[in-house]
């Protein structure tokens, strides 16, 4: 299930189960959405991107949902691997301006 | 502002010059990050500096690409050689840091310099 945790959420989910991340973005006028995974003592890795015109985008295993009404963003992994537990992250960004990376939230699959 | 400043916002340079591209991150930001954002692409990341242990440079796309940071402050990044698909934007990002390697804090982005290589 989902917790909150001292410093971030965290999600576990049995190994071969489909998981679902979700991030609240606050700008409506942002153009472009990206999910990023981060391991421990590494750099984030892209994953999937998804611009604001669109609701849905496919990838290997993974598809993001965005639903620009309630501003919500969603990463959704298939079959979760032992490889998939990282921290994932999403970030709004608008052309031209600074933009911000969520707090994240902690995936850790179970064997 | 207190945000994230990079130098130059723009610039233009011929195919085979070196580049040398600033961030200054936030003030008591001890993580610093480069991304790459061709046109229309994602951000790729290049390099990831935090406090005073071995940048991971597993994004650098190649030995032309190098970047130093002076402890907690500027760092910069190199291009030698410059290629047309060095084009993009290229970000740097900083953040509170990491306590003990294992948590994510927000990033916080400068606002990019625009490289162009002709």
């Known amino acids: 299930g989902e917790s909150v945790g001292l410093h971030l959420p965290t999600l576990s989910v049995q190994e071969g189960d489909n998981s679902i991340i979700n991030c609240a973005y606050s700008?409506?006028?942002?153009?472009?959405f990206i999910w990023y995974k981060q391991e421990s003592g590494k750099g984030p890795q892209f994953i999937i991107d998804i611009r604001s015109n669109m609701d849905k985008r496919q990838g290997q295993r993974v598809t993001v949902l965005l639903n620009k009404t309630v501003k919500h963003l969603s990463l959704q992994i298939a079959a979760t691997q032992p490889g998939d537990s990282a921290v994932y992250f999403c970030a709004e960004i608008r052309y031209g301006q600074n933009f911000v990376f969520g707090p994240g939230t902690r995936l850790s699959v179970l064997p | 502002g207190a945000g994230v400043s990079q130098s130059p916002s723009n610039k233009v340079t011929e195919k085979g010059k070196d580049v040398e591209l600033r961030c200054d991150p936030i003030?008591?930001?001890?993580?610093l990050y480069w991304y790459r954002q061709r046109l229309g692409q994602g951000l790729e990341f290049l390099i990831y500096f935090q406090g005073n242990s071995a940048p991971d440079k597993s994004g650098l796309p190649s030995d032309r690409f190098s970047a130093e940071r002076t402890g907690e402050s500027v760092s910069t990044l190199t291009i030698q050689r410059t290629q047309q698909e060095d084009s993009a934007v290229y970000l740097c990002?900083?953040?509170?840091?990491?306590?003990?390697?294992?948590?994510?804090?927000?990033?916080?982005f400068g606002p990019g310099t625009r490289l162009t290589v002709l």
């Open positions: 990002a900083s953040s509170l840091g990491l306590a003990g390697g294992l948590e994510r804090d927000t990033q916080y």
């Open positions: 003030s008591g930001h001890t993580a």
């Open positions: 700008n409506s006028a942002s153009d472009y």
